[in-house]
């Protein structure tokens, strides 16, 4: 039986696990373990129960020390190799995104995930808001990757991919794509989608009987990865910010 809720007048009482994965850090069964496994405090003390209540104008909740609803909203821009996964922790004990920002004082979740073998732009927030003006298809923000394929690929299969192919979980949506340069039997693209399946460029690329052999993300919107090095991180400015959430002449349908 979950502990009764307090009475608290008008103020926000939430249970600890919900507040942990309404800020975006991850699913309820996620946080219930952060929790169980004695990484969450209340107020400076160490609470292992997922039920416990909070009240959300005045207690303060960390996780590994680091507050999970800071007032300041942070967007990072992060440089992910391959090789990192866009989890918090491995069981297998691989690298994580994670240990590229350990100088971060305060927690971000990705926006997204980008594959273990794929390498580019992965942006961190605590703006749950932000995240899902990204990740929501039916922004349609444009994600860009330069796509090594391990097939010389013709025109007929660039416009397949331009019109839309058909994935397991239905047909794509329209793409840009521009070849960048063919190279012995491989072709570089530039491939631009409004959507974010699971591996989408990937079984993209095996639709048109090919595979990928590397894949990096360049941009999201207008936002390039630029000049910064592999596994840096920088924070993106704020017009940069406002670049993403309100694109001129975005639509939402
Ligand atoms: N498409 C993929 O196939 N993998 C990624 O990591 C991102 C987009």
């Known amino acids: 039986m979950p502990p009764r809720k307090p009475a608290a007048g008008h103020r926000p009482l939430k249970t600890l696990e919900r507040v942990l994965s309404k800020a975006g850090f991850g699913s309820r069964t996620e946080a219930r373990s952060w929790i169980g496994a004695g990484r969450v405090r ?14 959300l104008e005045r207690d303060r909740v960390t996780l590994d020390d680091k507050p999970v609803r800071a007032g300041r909203k942070i967007y990072l821009l992060l440089y992910k190799p391959k090789g990192y996964l866009t989890t ?113 460029v990937r079984r993209m690329i ?23 090095g592999i596994g840096k991180h920088r924070q993106l400015e704020a017009p940069e910010v406002s670049a993403l959430t309100c694109p001129s002449g975005s639509r939402r349908g």
């Open 88 to 200: 918090y922790k491995d069981p297998q004990g691989r690298p994580t995104v994670y240990d590229l920002i350990q100088d971060l004082d305060q927690w971000v979740f990705p926006v997204g995930r980008l594959d273990l073998d794929t390498s580019g732009l992965l942006l961190l927030t605590n703006d749950t808001q932000f995240a899902e003006r990204i990740t929501n298809p039916a922004y349609k923000a444009p994600k860009t990757y330069l796509v090594k394929t391990a097939s010389r690929l013709g025109d007929g299969e660039l416009e397949q991919l331009r019109r839309g192919v058909l994935l397991s979980d239905g047909a794509t949506q329209p793409a840009l794509v521009q070849r960048l340069r063919d190279s012995g039997n491989h072709t570089f693209l530039e491939l631009t989608i409004t959507e974010g399946r699971n591996r989408q």
């Open 42 to 55: 209340v107020n400076g003390k160490l609470i292992q129960t997922p039920d416990h209540w909070v009240d």
């Open 206 to 228: 095996e639709a048109v009987d090919s595979s990928v052999l590397k894949l990096v993300r360049t941009a999201i919107g207008a936002i390039q990865i630029g000049e910064l």
